[in-house]
């Protein structure tokens, strides 16, 4: 298991915004958050990520603990987040080779994520230039650019129009390495997730394949039996 999250706990005031979540990632596997807004879903990828301190309960990631933060175990992390944010007046290439020189590796790195995410032609593009899928790649690339061998996505498709939505899910479903992945769109989730836990009140509702949360809930679809999950 390459994450495991035992009885986690973490409370804002009065808000118990996760509430006991027991939960393990598989090497390999492309692994899905789905829940409505608030269930606490970044409170507990930041926790995992090692960016925030649960109050109780113990997270292992490579079999480390993330917190205290440790700069080894985030070397091996990708995140991308919804606020990622570039170098301005860079083109896509030179802001993946200031990336790259942050994360110390080779500057040809660039090139190689560039075309990892498709992005060839607009290499020479002006970060501000480009549309939003191609925002997205860029965002994407630079959180591969160190080769991390477990990535973070954070509704990676948001506010993309769904050409641009389909045309991304080729690259998410080709990104090595482990993938813990959130959003809200339940035909993404389906297309892409070995499996999905769905969370809701800080509390994990279920954990399954897509095919098992169907047929465990008798629905056509993922976006069903989560509708089903989540008001039961
Ligand atoms: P999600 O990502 O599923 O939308 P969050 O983890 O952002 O959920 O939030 C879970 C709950 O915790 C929400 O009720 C939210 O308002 C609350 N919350 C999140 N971050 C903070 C914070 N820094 N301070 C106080 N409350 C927070």
Redesign the pocket.
């Known amino acids: 298991m390459i994450i495991e999250i035992e009885d986690l706990r973490k409370r804002?005031?009065a808000?118990q915004?996760v509430d006991g979540v027991t939960l393990s990632v598989d090497e390999g596997e492309f692994f899905g958050l789905l829940?409505?807004?608030?269930?606490?879903?970044?409170?507990?990828v930041e926790i995992v990520e090692g960016l925030r301190r649960a109050d109780s309960g113990r997270v292992s990631v490579f079999g480390k603990s993330p917190w205290p933060r440790d700069l080894d175990l985030l070397a091996r992390l990708g995140i991308q987040t919804q606020s990622s944010s570039f170098f301005v007046r860079h083109t896509a290439r030179e802001h993946l080779r200031r990336v790259a020189t942050l994360h110390r590796v080779s500057r040809d790195r660039a090139d190689e994520v560039l075309k990892l995410v498709g992005l060839e032609d607009s290499a020479d593009t002006r970060v501000e230039k480009l549309s939003g899928g191609q925002r997205q790649r860029l965002a994407i690339a630079s959180a591969l650019t160190h080769d991390p061998e477990l990535l973070f996505l954070d509704e990676p498709t948001a506010a993309l129009d769904p050409l641009a939505r389909k045309q991304l899910w080729g690259l998410l479903k080709s990104l090595p390495g482990t993938v813990v992945y959130?959003t809200h769109h339940l035909d993404e989730a389906e297309a892409l997730c070995d499996r999905v836990a769905i969370?809701q009140n800080?509390r994990i509702v279920a954990v399954d394949t897509p095919a098992g949360l169907r047929e465990r809930t008798g629905a056509a679809s993922l976006e069903d039996a989560y509708l089903r999950l989540v008001a039961a």
Do not use: D, E, F, V
Request: hydrophobic share 25%; no cysteine; net charge positive.
């Open positions: 804002y005031g808000r915004a829940g409505p807004n608030g269930a606490g879903k970044s409170t507990l959130t969370i800080g």
